[in-house]
Nanobody, 127 residues
């Protein structure tokens, strides 16, 4: 059973960067056909796909966020990371790590395709 656990700072000041960690157990981040995703939910909004890192290690991003987002992984630690810079109050959200198995790449932007989810970590952008 795959388990994902997000961690990171709860409060970030405007214009600063964010770094979140997703610790994975029950599956390797290099396991074939898995896609590891970051998704967020802003207050009053639906789920928003931020990006993925495939089992190959190749990252894919929401075009709207790509210019300030980096998704990476540490194979030895079996973790996936999210870095975002230039945060603003509208980036305040509950940030989730999620994973899917054999999900077609064309469907990755749809948060509903992911089977495994962490509990989420709240990030508030405020001075």
């Amino acid at each position: 059973q795959e388990r994902l656990q997000e961690s990171g700072p709860g409060l970030v000041k405007p214009s600063q960067g964010l770094s979140l960690t997703c610790t994975v157990s029950g599956a390797s981040v290099t396991a074939n056909y898995y896609a590891w995703s970051w998704v967020r939910q802003r207050p009053g909004k639906g789920l928003e796909w931020i990006g993925n890192i495939a089992y190959s290690g190749t990252p894919y991003y929401n075009p709207c966020l790509a210019s300030r987002t980096i998704i990476s992984r540490d194979v030895e630690r079996n973790t996936v990371y999210l870095q975002m810079n230039s945060l603003e109050p509208e980036d305040t959200a509950l940030y989730y790590c999620a994973a899917g198995y054999q999900v077609p790449e064309s469907r990755w932007p749809r948060p509903g395709v992911y089977t495994y989810w962490g509990q989420g970590t709240q990030v508030t952008v405020s001075s």
